[in-house]
């Protein structure tokens, strides 16, 4: 009778752990930066998928092409935040120890 709450208090414990595991995970995430380019256009955004910075390397803007450009920006954008994405799910999974959290896988 008593032992299933001893298994209670276990994953009590365990839950505490990877809640502060993530917190951790998460203020790591706030300082991680991440980098996409595409055609002379880098993106850079933080692990929380904030834009941080757009650069272009000095012939990258064609005053005639505007339309080319926009497209190096959105997925060079697009490629930052994919890999943030990926980051922040491996390192959340090993947390969570393959368990499927729904938000974290």
């Given at each position: 009778?008593?032992?299933?709450?001893?298994?209670?208090?276990?994953?009590?414990?365990?839950?505490?752990?990877?809640?502060?595991?993530?917190?951790?995970?998460?203020?790591?995430?706030k300082d991680?930066?991440?980098?996409?380019?595409?055609?002379?256009?880098?993106?850079?955004?933080?692990?929380?998928?904030?834009?941080?910075?757009?650069?272009?390397?000095?012939?990258?803007?064609?005053?005639?092409?505007?339309?080319?450009?926009?497209k190096s920006?959105?997925?060079?954008?697009?490629?930052?935040?994919?890999?943030?994405?990926n980051i922040?799910?491996?390192?959340?999974?090993?947390?969570?120890?393959?368990?499927?959290?729904?938000?974290?896988?």
């Open positions: 009778m008593f032992e299933g709450i001893k298994d209670m208090g276990k994953m009590l414990k365990k839950a505490k752990e990877m809640k502060s595991e993530m917190k951790k995970v998460q203020n790591e995430l991680l930066i991440i980098e996409g380019k595409k055609n002379g256009v880098t993106v850079k955004v933080s692990g929380e998928l904030e834009c941080v910075e757009i650069s272009f390397e000095n012939d990258t803007i064609p005053t005639s092409n505007v339309k080319d450009l926009e920006i959105k997925h060079a954008f697009n490629q930052a935040c994919k890999e943030a994405k922040a799910s491996k390192r959340l999974s090993t947390i969570s120890q393959g368990l499927n959290i729904p938000g974290l896988t």
